[in-house]
């Protein structure tokens, strides 16, 4: 069955970026809407953007002068990139799925296990 | 954006009880609505979505209803594995917006 692995830095200092990868392994990362969700520490849930595997894209206006998410359909992988971080986005951060191919308006079906993020110096 | 408003924002109850948990949206997103749990440690799990079908797996024990701005999310039978932090989300518009959640504890 398909499953996600999120990986990258644990820790980012304020003003840097923060980078993550998603990596879609027991399925094709084509045909499906891809998402990053975060949650900070007690709090949450704040859905961040929306990727397809063909590249189309959609953030939360709240995040989108910051946020790019990229795909690689090669790697079977995608990408969020958070610019400018503060302690503000320090959260536990989730790649999910869109359940239904084809669009990106349904539920999301499988998620990652979530990797937690500091910012700070 | 869409407020997701979920009331109570926790409570206790015991293992047997039929327990709902309410869930409102500041505008109408028809049906465009789905619940998650979240245990602690662990990723949200979707259990219901279009309101009211259950994803596959999950307990019959749990159901959804409603449309419009008004949803409900019952658990008929409290089971011990069912004390967690349930989530309404709409996928009705951008962007995608999460109720603040709601903590079942163990009275």
């Known amino acids: 069955q398909v499953q996600l692995q999120e990986s990258g830095p644990g820790l980012v200092k304020p003003s840097e970026t923060l980078s993550l990868t998603c990596t879609v392994s027991?399925?094709?990362?084509?045909?499906?809407?891809w998402t990053w969700i975060r949650q900070p520490p007690g709090k949450g849930l704040e859905w961040i953007g929306f990727?397809?595997?063909?590249?189309?894209?959609n953030y939360n206006p709240s995040l989108k002068s910051r946020v790019t998410i990229s795909v690689d359909t090669s790697k079977n992988q995608f990408s969020l990139k958070l610019s400018s971080v503060t302690a503000a986005d320090t959260a536990v951060y989730y790649c999910?799925?869109?359940?239904?191919?084809?669009?990106?308006?349904?539920?999301?079906?499988?998620w990652g296990q979530g990797t937690m993020v500091t910012v700070s110096s | 954006a869409i407020r997701m408003t979920q009331s109570p924002s926790s409570f206790s109850a015991s293992t047997g009880d039929r327990v709902t948990i309410s869930c409102r949206a500041s505008?109408?997103?028809?049906?465009?609505l789905a619940w998650y749990q979240q245990k602690p440690g662990g990723a949200p799990k979707l259990l219901i979505y279009?309101?009211?079908t259950l994803q596959s797996g999950v307990p019959s024990r749990f159901s959804g209803s409603g449309s419009g701005t008004d949803f409900t999310l019952t658990i008929s039978c409290l089971q011990s594995e069912d004390f967690a932090t349930y989530y309404c989300?709409?996928?009705?518009?951008?962007?995608?917006?999460f109720g603040q959640g709601t903590k079942v504890e163990i009275k």
């Open positions: 999910a799925r869109v359940a239904v191919p084809y669009t990106d308006q349904d539920a999301f079906d499988i």
């Open positions: 027991g399925g094709s990362i084509s045909s499906y809407y």
């Open positions: 990727i397809y595997y063909s590249g189309s894209t």
């Open positions: 505008q109408g997103i028809f049906s465009y």
């Open positions: 279009a309101a009211s």
């Open positions: 989300q709409q996928y009705y518009s951008y962007p995608r917006t």
